[in-house]
């Protein structure tokens, strides 16, 4: 949390109009069924802040707390809108926008099923795996439909960076953040199959949370956990669709510079 203007700092506060957070015996932030903001949504704001988001329309796909919306709509965005399958979400984020004082329509469904053209996307989405067994020691209490993602962790992902270039302007832009432990290389595959430039921008070490924690065994007994390993990396993923400008500032396929009229 940074200063008073972070959207992070709004969602956690108590106001009449936004319930005040509890915290389980798991550790694990919530406002009933909601899942509060962290490192990851402040790592996907982060992305947001660099792009730049003046001007433009903005769709936050997975929305929950409405944190990332709320922040794109602080930074000057033309139109935001924010989905999320949750009923307990949507009527968190209809709150928090009102208690930030912007203008987020948020909507209620499923992401594969959203239309329109925005010229920015963004999604914190379910990434943690899971293991297919119902063992309490795995399943911490809490939202578990905001963090679980299937085996693999990608249950959510790879519907996601199917459907997301369908939703972009030429030009426009994805921002996408997951753990290192739902693959990374999975989804710049997906997306770049879509046509779209697609890298990772952005990365964060952070320690486990509860659910992490809760899981660690399991991992590491998959393999996909160095034993006593406790640390995970987030990855930032910035893609673009033809006709706009990578991230690196160099054209995206299809993109023509504009030139000077003689």
Request: net charge negative.
């Amino acid at each position: 949390m940074r200063n008073g203007n972070d959207a992070l700092v709004t969602l956690t506060s108590a106001s009449p109009a936004t319930p005040r957070a509890t915290t389980a015996a798991s550790g694990i932030a919530t406002v009933g069924e909601v899942y509060l903001p962290q490192q990851d949504t402040e790592l996907l704001i982060d992305m947001v802040r660099s792009l730049g988001v003046d001007g433009k329309n903005v769709l936050d796909l997975c929305t929950g707390s409405g944190a990332i919306a709320i922040a794109a709509a602080r930074r000057g965005a033309a139109e935001v809108t924010a989905v999320d399958a949750s009923a307990d979400a949507v009527a968190y984020a209809r709150r928090a926008s009102l208690t930030a004082g912007v203008s987020v329509t948020v909507q209620h469904g499923d992401l594969t099923r959203h239309v329109g053209q925005y010229d920015v996307v963004t999604c914190n989405p379910p990434y943690v795996p899971t293991p297919p067994v119902d063992d309490p020691r795995y399943h911490p209490a809490g939202p578990s439909h905001a963090w679980d993602a299937g085996l693999d962790g990608r249950a959510v992902l790879d519907l996601l960076c199917e459907h997301v270039p369908t939703l972009l302007r030429p030009g426009g832009a994805f921002l996408l953040v997951h753990s290192e432990f739902a693959d990374e290389e999975a989804s710049l595959r997906a997306l770049r199959t879509g046509g779209l430039h697609a890298e990772v921008v952005s990365e964060r070490f952070i320690p486990f949370g509860p659910v992490m924690t809760a899981r660690a065994e399991w991992l590491e007994e998959r393999g996909l956990l160095e034993r006593g390993c406790r640390v995970e990396r987030l990855v930032g993923i910035a893609a673009v669709a033809p006709g706009g400008e990578k991230v690196d500032g160099k054209p995206a396929p299809g993109h023509t510079a504009d030139t000077e009229q003689s």
